[in-house]
Every structure is written in structure tokens, then in C-alpha cells.
């Protein structure tokens, strides 16, 4: 079975470009995760949809920052503009339904490397 | 405000041994817990998962304990395997959040 993608696996661009990030959850999954994680905060969650609705967007550092899932398969997370700050691995991860005693389950992270 | 923490960053144990990872959490209202393990350039990969009505786990190698009036928790792996050798994890939710809160880590390397 396909485990969570994520895409691209390594981004690096120059500051004040846009970038996003994608995430294909693992079938039949209804809630979806973005967590970034650096050396000074550890890992930490951005935002959470459950129904491809998000519920829970506070995590979310800035306005620069947004995410969508438009449809059950589907998230992308957005940096607009970038900063040199934003430099962290970004992970998504996606969850069985059964609330939140069921696991969440990682793809391999997006390395992203603002200049 | 890290309301899980593992205070130590690293860990080495000889092949066959126990491993014990430790983890502290501040969040009285936190009632589910999970251990992960990372590889290098991978995500993480969920092991095993205790709730606050019990103080033990157990899943093959892996077992995890959980003292609630201590507000800790530990990871035991028996016996040490190499490829045990990754980052580990600890996790907790609660109080009606379905957000998970992360613990910094612990780098555990298993000696052939």
C-alpha cells in the first residue's frame, strides 16, 4: 500500500518566491497533518483538516502561510512570500478515521531551503 | 513552554541490551501517548501507543510504560537491535485536542 507522498522532496529557492508543497494522503484516511520541524522548535504542527476541512489553523506562524485541501486526496501548503526563516523540513501526515486514538502516519517530509 | 520533553538527546546501548528511552510531560490533561521512530530523510513511523486508563503496554520487543502521577513515560526495547539505531519520539494529546504535542527527541545507537 502507497504511504503518505509528499512532493517535492527537496525545494530550494530564493527569498520572496512562492512555494508549495504537496501531499497526497493514504486512501480511505480522513484527517490530514502539516508539521515542520527545525532544530530550535522540534517538530511542530502547522494545521490539521479532518473532512478536508481544516479545524484547527493555529499553528500556522504567519500570514505568509496557507494550506488547502480541496478535495479527500489532496493538500498543498503555501509560503507566500518566502523567508530564509521558513528553511525547516515540512512533514504531512494523515490519519484513519476513529478519532485521534489511531496513529498518524508520516510521509518523508519536504526539505525546503530558502536562500 | 515544551510540555513533552526527553532530556536526553542521545543514547547508546550494546546489541542484545535494553534500551530505555524517557519521557516527561507537563500537560495534566494529556490522556494518550505515542512513540515514533525516525530514520535519516524519513518520516516518522509510529511503534506504539498507550492511553491514561493503563500503565503498560507491550507490542513485541517494544513496551511502553506510563506512571501518570509522575507524568512520565518510557520506552523499553529488549533486546537491541541494530537496526533499531534511529531518532525516537514521544508524543501525547488530550483535554479534547486532537493535536499532537512532540517531545525533542532521543538518538538512540545500538553498539554490534
Known amino acids: 500500500d502507497a504511504g503518505v507522498i509528499q512532493s517535492p522532496r527537496h525545494e530550494v529557492t530564493e527569498m520572496g518566491q512562492e512555494v508549495t508543497l504537496r501531499c497526497k494522503p493514504i486512501?480511505?484516511?480522513?484527517?490530514l497533518f502539516w508539521y515542520r520541524q527545525t532544530m530550535m522548535r522540534g517538530l511542530e504542527l502547522l494545521i490539521y483538516?479532518?473532512?478536508?476541512?481544516?479545524?484547527?489553523d493555529s499553528g500556522m506562524p504567519e500570514d505568509r502561510f496557507s494550506a488547502k485541501m480541496p478535495n479527500a486526496s489532496f493538500s498543498t501548503l503555501k509560503i507566500q512570500p518566502s523567508e530564509p526563516r521558513d528553511s525547516a523540513v515540512y512533514f504531512c501526515?494523515?490519519?484513519?478515521?476513529?478519532?485521534?486514538?489511531?496513529?498518524?502516519?508520516f510521509g518523508d517530509g519536504t526539505r525546503l531551503s530558502i536562500l | 513552554d515544551q510540555q513533552v520533553k526527553q532530556n536526553s538527546p542521545s543514547l547508546s546501548v550494546q546489541e542484545g541490551r535494553i534500551s530505555i528511552l524517557n519521557c516527561d510531560y507537563t500537560n495534566s490533561m494529556f490522556d494518550y501517548f505515542l512513540w515514533y521512530k525516525k530514520y535519516p530523510a524519513e518520516g516518522p513511523t509510529f511503534l506504539i501507543s498507550?492511553?491514561?486508563?493503563?500503565d503498560k503496554n507491550e507490542d513485541g520487543r517494544f513496551t511502553v510504560f506510563l506512571n501518570k502521577s509522575a507524568k512520565h513515560l518510557s520506552l523499553h526495547i529488549v533486546p537491541s537491535q541494530p537496526g533499531d539505531s534511529a531518532v525516537y519520539f514521544c508524543?501525547?494529546?488530550?483535554?479534547?485536542?486532537?493535536?499532537?504535542?512532540f517531545g525533542t527527541g532521543t538518538r538512540l545507537t545500538i553498539i554490534p
Open positions: 483538516f479532518n473532512n478536508n476541512v481544516p479545524i484547527d
Open positions: 498507550i492511553s491514561s486508563i493503563k
Open positions: 508524543a501525547a494529546s488530550g483535554g479534547g485536542n486532537e493535536k499532537l504535542t
Open positions: 486512501s480511505g484516511h480522513n484527517s
Open positions: 501526515a494523515s490519519r484513519p478515521r476513529g478519532g485521534r486514538n489511531q496513529p498518524q502516519h
